[in-house]
């Protein structure tokens, strides 16, 4: 899916590198070649009871297009676990071959307090890993340039990612992404990487969250870690996404799968009509749906619209959709999880009277008419991020120091005030 939203350079951007990968624009330009070099590297992943791999002096660093494909991470599993069960249920730890050379940085738009934090992160890293090539949406190198505490001599070469200009390049060369923000940064992030997602390092900067398990307080003691290896790491599940014509045949590109994070949604949108949703599950009719909608949920996704809508709570690790319906008329209509290896289809009905939104991660992206249909499932691309500990247990403080769950309710109403 293209990014949209466009901005131009400006001229005090003239210290930035050249290398205009920008993310969100629709200009098509001959890509030129770096003036910097940046080194390939990719983290491998073994079981809680590894140990720590000794890292290597770093190999001098190659041109962007001279690089090869990045190493291919492995995982070891400590049971005869099925390859396709969600990767969230093994505990890991991440290991890097070498110390890392390349990060993303994506960070929250027009945040006063993101851009502070943009600031102490990247002069941090100039400071202890100098040799650390800095990825950031042109959004963020145009805010930093504006910055007037920011100095670009403190921050040289910032590179300028144009995912649909060698997006495809640049991202094998990405080693970890540092997130900057909320837990919208984070699906931000998802969007960008359709396939292989690298390691992501998210620090909360105040937000309300669930997948923010960093202070950005922290920042530094955190890095040296994740630089150093090892560190915990969480597979956290993504659902892919086809949606078809009435025909059969495939609206969505066929090489690529809508990639969602938190949910797919199918709603009725602006119009006041219920929705009529033909639901199957692996080809068996399962019911027909009178309602605003239904939300197909990862675990991941069961603390955000799925619990609003009355879902359950569900473990990262837990590996299964939650399929929860969206204001049914039938009030026997509860919440279902499903297995993650399942199919989920949503056929919008020829008796319902409107068109229908699919959302993807809170994105509208398409207009589903009668008969139409999306299809629903585990995607091969999880998203690795790195946890405070092992086995996704930070779950358990955020559902109660975050969400407050099964807390009591206290009232302070006096009478007479």
């Known amino acids: 899916m293209a990014l949209a939203a466009t901005h131009s350079a400006t ?27 940046i080194s390939l590297l990719r983290p491998t992943f073994s079981s809680t009871t590894s140990s720590a791999t000794t890292s290597a002096a770093p190999s001098p660093p190659s041109r962007l297009h001279t690089l090869p494909d990045r190493v291919s991470p492995f995982q070891s599993r400590t049971t005869s676990t099925p390859i396709h069960v969600h990767m969230g249920a093994l505990p890991k730890l991440l290991h890097w071959p070498r110390p890392p050379r390349t990060v993303l940085i994506v960070t929250k738009p027009e945040s006063e307090r993101t851009r502070a934090a943009f600031r102490h992160v990247a002069m941090w890293l100039r400071t202890h890993h100098p040799d650390m090539n800095i ?70 900067l105040g937000t309300l969250g669930f997948l923010l398990p960093f202070g950005i307080e922290t920042f530094s003691s955190a890095l040296s870690k994740v630089i150093q290896g090892p560190v915990p790491l969480l597979h956290r599940m993504r659902l892919a996404c086809a949606i078809y014509k009435t025909d059969g045949s495939r609206i969505t590109a066929p090489t690529g799968d809508l990639q969602a994070m938190n949910d797919i949604v199918l709603h009725r949108g602006r119009y006041p009509h219920l929705t009529i949703t033909e639901c199957s599950v692996d080809g068996e009719f399962l019911t027909g749906a009178v309602a605003d909608g239904l939300i197909v949920a990862t675990p991941t996704g069961s603390t955000a619209y799925s619990l609003s809508a009355g879902g359950p709570l569900v473990h990262p690790s837990v590996p299964a959709l939650v399929l929860t319906p969206i204001c049914p008329r039938s009030l026997s209509f509860r919440p279902a999880l499903l297995p993650a290896d399942a199919t989920v289809r949503l056929r919008l009905s020829k008796r319902s009277r409107e068109t229908a939104d699919v ?35 930070d779950w358990v403080e955020d559902i109660n120091r975050t969400l407050k769950w099964n807390q009591g309710f206290v009232n302070t109403f006096k009478e007479g005030e």
């Not at 001229?11 to 070099?37: E, N, V, Y």
């Not at 959004?139 to 060698?166: C, F, M, R, Y």
């Not at 990487?193 to 390691?199: A, E, L, M």
Request: glycine letters at 8%; hydrophobic letters at 35%.
């Open 11 to 37: 001229t005090t951007m003239a210290s930035l590198t050249s290398f205009s990968i920008a993310a969100r624009t629709h200009c098509r330009r001959s890509r030129p070649h770096l003036p910097f070099t």
């Open 135 to 204: 990825v950031v949406e042109r959004s963020v190198a145009e805010e930093a340039a504006a910055d007037k505490q920011t100095h670009t001599s403190t921050i040289p070469d910032l590179v300028i990612a144009d995912w649909e200009n060698g997006g495809e390049e640049l991202r094998r060369t990405i080693d970890f992404v540092i997130t900057l923000g909320g837990d919208g940064t984070i699906l931000h992030t998802s969007s960008l990487f359709p396939r292989d997602v690298p390691p992501i390092i998210s620090f909360s």
């Open 359 to 393: 959302s993807v991660d809170g994105r509208e992206v398409f207009l589903l008419g009668q008969e139409e249909y999306v299809e629903v499932g585990m995607s091969e691309y999880h998203i690795p991020c790195i946890s405070r500990t092992a086995g996704g247990k």
